[in-house]
């Protein structure tokens, strides 16, 4: 190949990467469109309502962007290990294992200070890491399934980590009725620009930890080999790189990535852990929308994320203001993720049948 038909065709797949994620996002809103429609509703004062209460207005604003830091995170974090070939769909339980751990350290630590909240994200981090590492291991031991024990285990930790707000860290000095830890001392919360919203140093936290992983994966020797073993593990294995210490390393990292998100939400905006805190708000499963529509790019997940954390806050804006179920919004951000995995799954077809679709 020329220089000029290589440029080419990276010309062409970067138009790829542009459109597809665009004209995915266009079809999700022409079918939210048409569902209004049925209703009775007109979609433009609809979306020009949701638009309007996600992104122009500075509270909702700040709503949104604080709703998109664990997601971008939790994105980024099974980006790390999809990448790689090995699929994560655990960090859901993993963000409630790093956020209890975490929370724990918070209030039984006798030392209440700014310091004591970076000891607890690395406790956070490290219980997401060893969380994620018990379905690697037993995939690497007895080959089970890493989609399904990660998946299944999901389950285990809701039930596990809903437990000790249940019974031995219940906060009892509030509503006996709420499931819910003590408050983290006020020395250990991420400070806020306003006491109109949650708007805190942890959006611009998570921001620059995305940025961090992006340069971690795109300039690091770990990030080439990472996405070499995605690519072609036979290959990678020819070429010295350790299947087994690859599958550990990234699956580690996604847990632990998905562990710093939960204290995000925690130290930034909650200061406290609340039953069902991570199953109910979905911040994994929207996390991993954005990854899928970003193609496991972080900066494009962190762009996605928050574009989906808007349609949400939009989505809730909606009920109030045009009298529309809030689940409008799930369904457009479904149809966008649907519109991308067909779009993958024919990426897929075609390589796998030489090129000829």
Do not use: H
Request: net charge positive.
């Amino acid at each position: 190949m020329t220089d000029s038909s290589i440029k080419a065709l990276q010309r062409k797949r970067m138009l790829q990467n542009i459109l597809s994620p665009v004209i995915a996002i266009l079809g999700g809103l022409m079918l939210g469109a048409l569902i209004m429609l049925a209703v009775g509703t007109s979609p433009l004062y609809a979306y020009r309502q949701m638009f309007a209460k996600s992104f122009l207005d500075p509270y909702y604003l700040a709503q949104t962007l604080v709703r998109s830091a664990p997601i971008m995170l939790s994105g980024v974090g099974a980006a790390v290990a999809w990448r790689a070939g090995y699929i994560n769909l655990g960090m859901q339980g993993q963000m409630c294992v790093g956020g209890l751990c975490a929370t724990l350290v918070a209030l039984f630590f006798p030392v209440k200070t700014p310091l004591t909240t970076i000891l607890c994200f690395a406790v956070g981090m490290a219980a997401g890491a060893l969380w994620a590492l018990i379905p690697t291991f037993l995939d690497y031991k007895f080959n089970a399934s890493l989609i399904i024990t990660t998946l299944m285990l999901n389950y285990a930790t809701n039930y596990i980590t809903d437990y000790f707000v249940a019974y031995p860290i219940k906060d009892t000095a509030g509503d006996g009725l709420a499931f819910q830890s003590p408050q983290i001392d006020a020395a250990m919360r991420f400070f806020r620009f306003s006491k109109k919203n949650a708007m805190n140093i942890g959006v611009f936290v998570a921001i620059a930890a995305v940025v961090l992983i992006y340069f971690i994966l795109k300039k690091t020797r770990f990030g080439y080999e990472s996405k070499i073993t995605g690519l072609n593990r036979k290959f990678a294995s020819y070429g010295g790189i350790k299947s087994a210490k690859m599958m550990f390393t990234t699956m580690g990292l996604s847990g632990a990535i998905c562990g710093f998100a939960a204290c995000i939400e925690i130290f930034g905006a909650r200061y406290r852990y609340v039953n069902a805190m991570f199953t109910t708000t979905g911040y994994a499963w929207t996390g991993l929308m954005a990854m899928l529509i970003a193609k496991y790019n972080p900066l494009l997940t962190l762009v996605y994320s928050i574009f989906l954390a808007g349609l949400s806050i939009g989505g809730q804006a909606l009920q109030r203001a045009v009298g529309l179920p809030m689940q409008i919004s799930d369904i457009i951000q479904c149809c966008i993720t649907l519109f991308v995995s067909v779009k993958i799954v024919l990426d897929f077809t075609v390589f796998s049948k030489g090129g000829k679709a």
